[in-house]
């Protein structure tokens, strides 16, 4: 599909406003057109869409062009300020615990990038603050995941504490806590199981480990790749937990990542990291304004 460049879209919608000195408000009507759609097109929900439209529309009428911007250029610049704004505006750390262990719990849906995003924030936390974390693997609906952990730990030289799929992750998570106690691991890294879609067993065991674990952050990873579902995702998850942060995942792929908008609208959470590939390494910090662009075009 070839997404047409919000700006040259403004631009042509808002020509007549060049030299007029303010923007009124039936000038706005196409503008407004365009930048639903662009949102739309770039995954942000219907329901954020039409809130954030209504925001901008009070902004802009009225406003005077300043100079040395056209009419364009001006609902571009209130556009992208509101969507950084809405986004947060500055990039949000990870939690730290006075004493350690600082504990992080993972949460999502099967397949959106917790045992990946694990590693990584596994990998930053070594390389950054030089921490000696521990990764627990409870999630033991799929088999796969602890090896899938295991190997990360390996190749990380992360210690992964497991007792297989037949314990009960809740007693796994105490005593992988025991043991980051004993060891003295500043950090734990909770990896928990996901559903295809929301359950509520799945958020029965999540809220009971939740309760045991007192985590500083429970983070929620949600694939952006996955659209709008991405934010129902987010909410679902938002309702029943005590969420502090979420990591977008798969933003590598072609995505524009307006989830990033709609999560943010609908839980009122941060987004902490952004994953952009299946490496360790492929974790960023995120960045309201970046997004801001990135969901513009
Ligand atoms: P989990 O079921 O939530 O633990 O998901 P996984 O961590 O197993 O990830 C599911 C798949 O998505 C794996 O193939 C990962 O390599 C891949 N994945 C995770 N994060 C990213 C990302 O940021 N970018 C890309 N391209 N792939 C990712």
Known sequence: MAFENLTQRLSK??????????????????????????????????????????????????????????????????????????????????????????????????????????????????????????????????????????????????????????????????????????NKNDYVLIDTAGRLQIDAELMAELKDIETIAQPDEVLLTVDAMTGQNATETAQGFANELNLTGVVLTKLDGDTRGGAALSIRDVTGKPIKFVGQGEKPTDLDVFYPDRMASRILG
Do not use: W
């Open 13 to 182: 919608t808002l020509k007549n406003l060049t030299g007029q000195g303010k923007i009124r408000e039936e000038d706005l009507q196409a503008s407004l057109r365009e930048i639903r759609l662009a949102l739309l097109e770039a995954d942000v929900s219907y329901s954020t869409v039409k809130k954030f439209i209504d925001q901008i529309r009070q902004k802009a009428k009225g406003q005077e062009i300043l100079e040395g911007l056209n009419g364009a250029q001006q609902v571009i610049k209130i556009v992208n300020d509101e969507l950084t704004a809405l986004m947060g505006d500055e990039a949000v750390p990870l939690n730290k615990s006075e004493k350690i262990p600082t504990i992080i719990m993972m949460a999502g849906l099967q397949g959106a990038g917790k045992t990946t995003t694990i590693a990584k924030l596994a990998y930053k936390l070594k390389r950054e603050n030089n921490a000696r974390p521990l990764l627990i693997a409870a999630d033991v609906y799929r088999p796969a995941a602890i090896d899938q952990l295991e190997i990360l730990g390996r190749d990380l030289d992360v210690p992964v504490f497991s007792q297989g799929t037949d314990v009960d992750p809740r007693e796994i998570v105490k005593a992988g806590l025991a043991q980051a106690k004993e």
